[in-house]
């Protein structure tokens, strides 16, 4: 365990500078010392969880996560809620197995009710899936018991844990109202924790939260000091949120070649929402050159990844024919 501890320091940069190589050595140590206890401890379902987590991380090994679904699966039907949580995640995304949501839904009310250790991740999954009604009929009161009972989880979890993924679900959660109250400062609190731990998506969040017209957190220079750090730590809504500042020039200083720059990193993320902006300004030519090419490309990409608004715009273009030929064929497709 402390083999696994090095190696996460080393990759973090905790008490030392980042360095991938030695946290990967340290790893594969962790990963030859782990498979040693399965062989031979009692606790067979802790370890093969552990080594699970390993390959779904490609930790100390070449990233597998039909092999991760493998042991996570061994420690499942150990009753270990850990590794049910983590076989459930890979059944939602299909990952290592075939995506069905009615098994992630089993695995995850598995963990979540566990009689000793209620897995507070596997509640909340459980409260969206409710709330979507993906492998389950849609029910908002399930939604919401499933959410509350994950906050309260988090909340104890907190007092024996400093984490910077837990900082931030407590934030995200308190932001949006979702198992308690909505409470601006406290979701401040509790993201500023995560940021401090590196957590960039808990600099995004900080950015977003500090352009609330609530007078209680906004302040535009700290919104656009977390955008910058998340953007430029490849955060690809935060690229794109510090684009559109720069273009609109409402709330910071209109900075075209700065806010295209941003929005073309977000773009090349597959981020649709870049995408689908950029398209619309090379399509209209009011801030940038026009370059329908690039325009029809750029919002092709978009809807590929389900963008309805990139869909619809590219329907009226080729409709209207007045920025790309005009094609009523495709326009109704």
């Known amino acids: 365990l ?16 980042p360095n991938e190589s030695a946290a990967q050595d340290w790893f594969a140590k962790a990963m030859e010392a782990f498979v040693k206890k399965e062989k ?6 802790y370890w093969q969880y552990r080594i699970g987590k390993l390959y779904s991380l490609g930790h100390g090994v070449e990233q597998d996560h039909t092999a991760s679904a493998q042991w996570f699966a061994r420690a499942a039907q150990e009753d270990n809620p850990y590794a049910q949580y983590a076989l459930g995640g890979q059944y939602q995304r ?5 995506q069905d949501y009615a098994q992630a839904v089993s695995l995850y009310t598995q963990a979540a009710s566990h009689k000793t250790r209620p897995n507070a991740y596997a509640q909340y999954q459980l409260g969206a899936m409710h709330k979507e009604g993906l492998g389950v009929a849609v029910d908002t009161k399930a939604a919401a018991s499933w959410y509350s009972q994950s906050y309260q989880g988090f909340l104890k979890m907190e007092q024996t844990m400093a984490d910077d993924k837990l900082y931030y679900r407590l934030g995200s959660m308190n932001l949006t ?3 308690t109250e909505v409470n601006l400062m406290q979701a401040k609190d509790y993201l500023e924790k995560a940021a401090a731990l590196g957590n960039v998506d808990a600099k995004y969040g900080l950015g977003k939260l500090h352009l609330k017209e609530d007078p209680e957190v906004y302040d535009i220079a700290k919104a656009v000091t977390y955008l910058e750090e998340a953007a430029g730590d490849d955060h690809s809504y935060a690229q794109y949120k510090l684009g559109k500042l ?11 070649t700065g806010g295209i720059r941003w929005l073309e990193k977000s773009a090349e993320q597959d981020n649709p929402y870049a995408q689908y902006y950029l398209g619309k300004l090379f399509l209209y030519g ?16 978009a809807i590929q990844q389900g963008n309805l608004p990139a869909e619809y715009l590219l329907g009226k273009a080729f409709w209207e024919g007045k920025y790309i030929g005009q094609n009523k ?3 109704i497709e």
């Open 286 to 301: 009011d801030v940038v050159d026009a370059n329908p090419d690039r325009a029809v490309a750029l919002l092709n990409c």
């Open 94 to 98: 299909g990952q290592g197995v075939e």
């Open 246 to 256: 720069l273009i609109d020039g409402k709330l910071i200083a209109k900075d075209i």
């Open 40 to 45: 031979s401890n009692k606790r067979k379902d």
């Open 177 to 179: 109202g979702t198992g």
């Open 2 to 17: 402390a083999m696994y501890d090095l190696g996460k320091m080393y990759l973090d940069g905790l008490g030392c500078d």
């Open 329 to 331: 064929d495709r326009a």
